[in-house]
């Protein structure tokens, strides 16, 4: 009974100590002096494409289009939205800034050819939940990386990596 009880005053100490370090909602972080990003987006299992990502306040959305044609008549296509929720963010520097958060991913991607053996098509849908870090140097040039686990129907449960070079304006 002693340790459960030294557990749960060691856990909530923990827990409330965590937001002494914690930036200060009223300071602006680069997120939100620069909200916005544009730039390029992979995912593992779901591949990737062009990207745009927005925060509003501590909640962002991102949106991710990618797909590839071959003149065999192959193809490959994906369709990507991530609803962010934003956990620590934080200015180190003034070249280099910080964020923790989490991410909820849903994806769809078809592949498949249309050549002379017939038309072929194979799509799977994705759902995504994990973590994620973003790093931004120089106010503006944006990299994240996001690890979570990723299941698809027709089932089957992934662990996933994900990554973007971004420009935030």
Known sequence: MRSKTFLAIALHAAFAATGLWAQGADEPTVFSR???ALGAYVCYPITG???YQHWFGRAGLQATI?????TSGSFD????????YMLYGEDFADWFSGGLY????LGHRG???????GP????????????GIEMVFLRHLSTSVEFMYVGSYPLALEFGFGGS????F
């Open 120 to 131: 072929y098509y194979d799509p799977v849908e994705y759902l995504g939940l994990g973590v």
């Open 165 to 168: 070079l971004k420009y935030r």
């Open 66 to 70: 990618g797909g590839i044609a071959q």
């Open 49 to 51: 494409g062009l990207t």
């Open 34 to 36: 620069y909200p916005s």
């Open 111 to 117: 592949s498949g050819t249309t050549g002379s053996d």
């Open 102 to 105: 989490t991410n909820v991913l």
């Open 77 to 84: 296509y994906n369709v990507q939205g991530a609803f962010q």
